[in-house]
């Protein structure tokens, strides 16, 4: 017996149920980018691993997924590379692309690449799968989608403003209650100065970037072994555990790094943002979180993050503000700042809290029964106008028993079930059955659009 077919670990089949459920989230999302101006781009699934490596730090860099080099890609290699075992000099050798990782470094690309064809501040957003060799788990894939908008080109705090907005929006239009993290990359830097260890930074956000993963005992063990003092570990550990209101943290911090210009700085952005966003009123909770880290790299001022309330799962969006990604491709001086949807993780916590809208996965609004030439062609012609309506409507195609047909219409959701049987056709009216609430009504062909 042949072995039955699997997809790869970390990777799904997405049956029409799980699409019309996934493209309800992406419109949501689409939306609300539209309504802040965002304008729509695309960038290839597979990029040079010269645009990829080095931009997501040590770990990230680890998760890349390369693509072996076309034709005879042992051609030229030294055998004693290969007999070495050495893995990453022969990755590096054999492979020239890998798959994206992320949207935002392949955006930072596109950037550069076309800047005399976009104009400053550029508003984009894409929506589109990315690939990392992570190990698979719940909420936790190897190939999701990410739903991004980035806005490049201007340092103004307005911008972080607008996407937390913006992130509010979106989860409020999808019922999901969540908590906004919000720190600031210069205030891990003057906490890094402050214990002593201001060469340490990349070491201590990659390693409190786990405390929600791993608690914060862990987390000193890890610190330890990237080689922080224990004194400055015994420093840190009361800083990431700052409490009280918003006020009190930012009041806190701003005494407590008040040595520190870089961490002066940061405090004053983030109260900046904190209050902005706050005198326009957010329907969701804003915190201060000092341990949050986010940690990639290229994170240079205010980082976000976003957590369901109601149900146990990761970050479903964040984001933050890079000053220099285009850098590292030539063009200085372009500050950005953005944030990422995780689409695949927003589909379980709303699959887990039941808030998918009963119709969702409706793909008509109404289906035809057919009892025979006659009542079919006429059916035909009523879905024709249906459809020039905007009303997706279908019909049954086989001339089957009634109560095959409308079983049918129960499982795949449909909410309206029309009937034209040989009295319905001799008089020019439709019975149209509620299929929720079990009630019928007959009327005219020509009224049939205004009742659905």
Not at 18 to 29: G, K, L, Q, S
Not at 249 to 256: G, I, N, Q, Y
Not at 338 to 361: K, M, N
Request: charged share 25%; hydrophobic share 40%; aromatic share 8%.
């Amino acid at each position: 017996m042949a072995q039955k077919p699997s997809t790869p670990k970390g990777t799904r089949d997405f049956a029409p149920v799980e699409m019309a459920r996934r493209n309800y989230i992406f419109d949501t999302i689409r939306e609300a980018f539209r309504l802040f101006g965002f304008r729509q781009i695309e960038t290839p699934a597979m990029e040079n691993l010269s645009t990829l490596m080095g931009k997501y730090g040590e770990e990230g860099d680890k998760l890349l997924f390369k693509i072996l080099n076309s034709g005879d890609y042992l051609k030229g290699i030294d055998p004693t590379l290969i007999e070495s075992g050495d893995t990453v000099r022969l990755a590096a050798k054999l492979c020239d692309r890998g798959l994206r990782y992320d949207l935002t470094v392949p955006f930072a690309r596109f950037v550069v690449q076309h800047r005399d064809e976009i104009q400053l501040p550029f508003k984009r957003f894409q929506i589109q799968p990315v690939w990392r060799a992570d190990r698979p788990q719940k909420g936790r894939y190897r190939e999701f989608y990410q739903c991004d908008a980035d806005i490049v080109g201007s340092t103004s705090l307005i911008n972080e403003i607008e996407l937390l907005q913006l992130e509010d929006l979106v989860f409020s239009r999808l019922g999901i209650r969540v908590a906004i993290k919000l720190n600031n990359r210069k205030i891990l830097a003057g906490i890094a100065e402050l214990i002593g260890e201001p060469d340490k930074l990349i070491d201590i956000t990659v390693a409190i970037d786990k405390i929600d993963k791993i608690g914060i005992e862990k987390v000193n063990e890890e610190l330890a072994e990237r080689g922080l003092s224990a004194e400055a570990i015994e420093r840190l550990t009361p800083i990431l555990a700052l409490s009280g209101t918003n006020a009190e943290r930012l009041e806190a911090l701003e005494k407590l790094l008040a040595p520190s210009e870089t961490g002066s700085k940061g405090v004053e952005e983030l109260r900046t943002v904190v209050e902005g966003a706050t005198a326009l009123g957010l329907t969701a909770q804003l915190d201060i979180d000092v341990s949050l880290a986010r940690g990639l790299n290229y994170y240079t001022g205010t980082i976000i993050e976003v957590k369901a309330l109601d149900a146990q799962i990761g970050s479903i969006s964040g984001g933050g503000r890079y000053d220099n990604l285009t850098g590292v491709f030539g063009l200085d001086g372009i500050s950005g700042v953005g944030i990422s949807f995780g689409a695949d993780r927003i589909y379980d916590v709303l699959a887990a809290l039941d808030l998918f809208p009963a119709d969702t996965t409706a793909a008509s609004r109404v289906l035809f029964a057919n009892f025979g030439d006659a009542e079919a062609a006429s059916s035909l012609a009523i879905i024709k106008e249906l459809r020039a309506q905007g009303i997706a409507a279908e019909i049954y195609p086989d001339a089957a028993k009634m109560k095959k047909q409308i079983s049918y219409a129960n499982a795949m959701g449909v909410p309206f079930f029309a009937i034209i049987g040989e009295s319905e056709l001799a008089d020019g009216t439709v019975t149209l059955k509620n299929m929720t609430e079990g009630t019928q009504t007959t009327l005219a062909a020509d009224k049939l659009a205004e009742a659905l």
